[in-house]
Nanobody, 126 residues
């Protein structure tokens, strides 16, 4: 059964760090672009960062310089490295896989992603 499973969320203080992981099983990971999205109750889902099959990356302006994305194809895992987190980063974070995007020049829209994880909650305390 194809699935993406996110781990690594939790409660963190402002200015702290977290590393989210997303591991794929039952589907081809290598050669696919991966994205991280987040959603909070008061906001629409937004793309945060993505990494292409060619290891090209993109992060949105609000997290650039604080968050980065990487992948380990041998482990079928993509990571979101979150540093200097802020209260506005509080959200449910989802990873997603795209078979339609190869390299990343900008944050792809969520409609381009074919598979989604269940999410992991990140809460930043002030």
């Amino acid at each position: 059964q194809a699935q993406l499973v996110e781990t690594g969320g939790g409660l963190v203080q402002t200015g702290g760090s977290l590393r989210l992981s997303c591991t794929a099983s039952g589907l081809t990971f290598t050669g696919k672009a991966m994205g991280w999205f987040r959603q909070s109750p008061e906001k629409e889902r937004e793309g945060v960062a993505a990494i292409g099959a060619d290891d090209s990356t993109f992060a949105i302006h609000s997290v650039k310089g604080r968050f980065s994305v990487s992948r380990d194809n041998a482990k079928n895992t993509v990571y979101l490295h979150m540093n200097n987190v802020q209260p506005e980063d509080t959200a449910m974070y989802f990873c997603a896989l795209s078979s339609r995007v190869h390299n990343i020049l900008a944050m792809p829209r969520d409609v381009f992603f074919d598979a989604w994880g269940q999410g992991t909650q990140v809460t930043v305390s002030s």
